[in-house]
């Protein structure tokens, strides 16, 4: 009989001690979770689905010595409709530029970053007025202070470049 009881408190102990291990690997996973921020380091093949081609005027920018050249246009304020999980905003890259670039939209809270919404490639020309909402990434309604975040692409070669860019923007949730 004492063995049966010796061999059912093994039972017991060997359980307990792997539900502790899942809750110790859980309770990592989700404090250690880092949000989806990645840039790839060659620029995707394929230009954003709710990019606008725009036309406009003006010679390339010059360059010298391999380096690169931007020139941005865009709006410091991004309106979040967490309902149609949709993102207006305005940013263009216009023609004169000489990188691709990808935009991401992200929220700073207690040294942590949310990101909103990404975009795929945009090309010197093309413009954007909206994005879809990142999955899970419903604000409460109201405003916050965020940043546009931008990873620069060589348009001929499509590595990426070394310089980034961040743009402080006022989001507005409804």
Same mark, same amino acid.
Request: aromatic fraction near 8%.
């Given at each position: 009989?004492? @063995?049966?009881?010796?061999?059912?408190?093994?039972? *017991?102990?060997? =359980?307990? *001690?792997?539900?502790?291990?899942?809750?110790?690997?859980?309770? =990592?996973?989700?404090?250690? +979770?880092? &949000?989806?921020?990645?840039?790839?380091?060659?620029?995707? !093949?394929?230009?954003?689905?709710?990019?606008? +081609?725009?036309?406009?005027?003006?010679?390339?920018?010059?360059?010298?010595?391999? !380096?690169?050249?931007?020139?941005?246009?865009?709006?410091? *304020?991004?309106?979040?409709?967490?309902?149609?999980?949709?993102?207006?905003? /305005?940013?263009?890259?216009?023609?004169?530029?000489?990188?691709?670039?990808?935009?991401?939209?992200?929220?700073?809270?207690?040294?942590?970053? /949310?990101?909103?919404?990404?975009?795929?490639?945009?090309p010197p020309g093309y413009a954007l007025y909206n994005l879809k909402l990142n999955n899970n990434q419903k604000l409460p309604?109201?405003?916050? @202070? !965020?940043?546009?975040?931008?990873?620069?692409?060589?348009?001929?070669?499509?590595?990426? &470049?070394?310089?980034?860019? &961040?743009?402080? =923007?006022?989001? &507005?949730?409804?």
């Amino acid at each position: 009989m004492a @063995k049966k009881e010796k061999q059912k408190f093994n039972w *017991i102990y060997l =359980i307990l *001690i792997t539900l502790i291990i899942i809750c110790v690997i859980v309770i =990592i996973a989700l404090v250690f +979770k880092r &949000e989806d921020t990645l840039v790839p380091d060659f620029a995707p !093949g394929t230009i954003d689905t709710n990019a606008i +081609k725009e036309e406009d005027k003006g010679d390339k920018l010059p360059t010298s010595g391999g !380096g690169g050249a931007v020139s941005l246009s865009y709006s410091n *304020i991004v309106a979040i409709n967490n309902e149609r999980e949709e993102v207006k905003m /305005y940013f263009k890259n216009p023609s004169t530029s000489r990188e691709s670039v990808i935009l991401q939209i992200i929220v700073k809270q207690n040294d942590k970053e /949310y990101l909103l919404a990404k975009s795929d490639l945009l090309p010197p020309g093309y413009a954007l007025y909206n994005l879809k909402l990142n999955n899970n990434q419903k604000l409460p309604k109201g405003g916050y @202070k !965020g940043i546009f975040r931008l990873t620069y692409y060589n348009e001929e070669t499509g590595t990426k &470049e070394i310089v980034n860019t &961040e743009i402080e =923007i006022s989001i &507005e949730v409804s």
